[in-house]
């Protein structure tokens, strides 16, 4: 089945660029997605990318896929302190529409 | 957007007794919704996929009788814990796709705000 990694932490400071990277196992996952969610709070749909592209692009994020490496990324430009959270990428397993999620990664924006 | 919602947000029962968590799609209808479970700093786990107007496929390791879930209406699929036990404590989400989105093509997962669960 698919499996969904990612780094468990990251810390920018406020204004900088934040990068969080995901790898996936399951080549036939025919979307990929990013969520937020904050301390308490259910998840919040940041984007989505379809396998078919490179790159989407949506004001300051910026969602990269290499599907060769099955690496996915998430771009903040310009990071607020608002942007703290706990970041999830999920793969869609195969023809069902249920998400297979990584281990989330916690952003925490510096001032 | 599209809205999820989960009634009630925070819930503490006693050791022993069921308690019902509601899904509703606000302003799209769902044929298929989903239930998931989160521990204190981890992962979402899928327990089960609800459908509407048929019997629930649950995830290997999840009981079907202590976890009881009925999607009754395109707009609302509930999550009973029966007879709750405090390991059963846990931040339970769920999340639907639009029918109207799948129907144009698109793929957008929308979550509930979650509900937490205490059982003392």
């Known amino acids: 089945g698919e499996d969904v990694e990612q780094s468990l932490f990251l810390s920018v400071r406020e204004g900088d660029s934040s990068v969080i990277n995901c790898t996936y196992t399951?080549?036939?996952?025919?979307?990929l997605y990013w969520y937020k969610q904050e301390p308490g709070a259910g998840l919040q749909l940041l984007t989505y990318i379809f396998s078919n592209m490179d790159m989407k692009q949506d004001q300051r994020l910026t969602v990269l896929l290499n599907k060769k490496d099955k690496h996915l990324s998430l771009r903040i430009a310009d990071t607020q302190t608002g942007d703290s959270a706990i970041y999830f990428c999920a793969g869609l397993g195969g023809s069902s529409y249920k998400l297979i999620f990584g281990s989330g990664t916690r952003l925490l924006v510096r001032p | 957007g599209a809205v999820v919602s989960q009634h009630p947000s925070r819930v503490i029962c006693k050791s022993g007794t069921s308690v019902k968590i509601e899904c509703r799609s606000l302003d799209f209808q769902a044929t298929t919704m989903f239930w998931y479970r989160q521990f204190p700093k981890q992962s979402l786990m899928l327990m089960a996929t609800s459908n509407e107007g048929s019997k629930a496929t649950y995830e290997q390791g999840v009981e079907k009788d202590k976890f009881l879930i009925n999607h009754a209406s395109l707009t609302l699929s509930t999550l009973t814990v029966t007879s709750a036990h405090p390991e059963d404590s846990s931040f339970y989400i769920c999340?639907?796709?639009?029918?109207?989105?799948?129907?144009?093509?698109?793929?957008?997962?929308?979550f509930g705000e979650g509900s937490w669960l205490t059982v003392v």
């Open positions: 399951d080549s036939s996952s025919t979307y």
């Open positions: 999340s639907a796709h639009p029918f109207r989105d799948r129907a144009q093509g698109g793929n957008t997962i929308y």
